[in-house]
C-alpha cells in the first residue's frame, strides 16, 4: 500500500463559463490551485426538490494539492451560487513528475514556506 498522494483534482460545476472564470481566478491568485480548466458545457440531470431537473453547467476541474482541500472547498462555497454546489475531490495516483512538483510549487504560499509546509 502506498502512501496517500498529496496531489488532487476537485471536480465542480457552475451555472455558466463567465461564474466558473471567476471562481478560477480567485482559486489560483489566492494559490489554493495552481491551474482551473474551464471545461465545455454540459447538460446535467439531477433531481432536485423532487422533480427531475435539466440544466446547461460549466464543468471546472481544480488542480490543487491535499493540504488545500479544505479552504478550496470553502472558498467555493462563498462563491458558488447554488445552495448545494457540486464539489468532488479525487487523488491523484501517478502523472508526470515535473507537473505534481510544479503543482505543488504553486499552491506553495508565504505562510507555508515560514512553517516548512511547502512542497515535498
Given amino acids: 500500500m502506498t502512501a496517500q498522494s498529496q496531489h ?4 465542480t460545476t457552475w ?4 461564474s466558473a472564470a471567476a471562481a478560477g481566478e480567485e ?6 490551485a495552481a491551474c ?6 454540459a447538460t446535467s440531470i439531477y433531481q432536485w426538490q423532487g422533480s427531475i431537473e435539466r440544466a446547461q453547467e460549466t464543468p ?3 488542480k ?6 479544505d479552504s478550496v472547498i470553502a472558498r467555493i462555497r462563498t462563491l458558488h451560487p447554488y ?3 457540486a ?10 513528475s515535473d507537473f505534481l512538483a510544479w503543482l505543488s510549487t504553486e499552491t506553495t504560499d508565504a505562510t507555508d514556506a515560514k512553517s516548512g509546509g511547502g512542497h515535498a
Avoid at 8 to 11: D, P
Avoid at 36 to 41: D, F, G, T
Avoid at 88 to 95: K, N, T
Fill in 8 to 11: 488532487v483534482l476537485i471536480y
Fill in 15 to 18: 451555472p455558466d463559463a463567465e
Fill in 27 to 32: 482559486l489560483v491568485s489566492r494559490r489554493l
Fill in 36 to 41: 482551473v480548466n474551464i471545461l465545455a458545457p
Fill in 60 to 62: 471546472m476541474l481544480v
Fill in 64 to 69: 490543487t494539492v491535499r493540504r488545500r482541500i
Fill in 83 to 85: 445552495d448545494v454546489p
Fill in 87 to 96: 464539489v468532488v475531490v479525487l487523488s491523484i495516483e501517478g502523472g508526470n
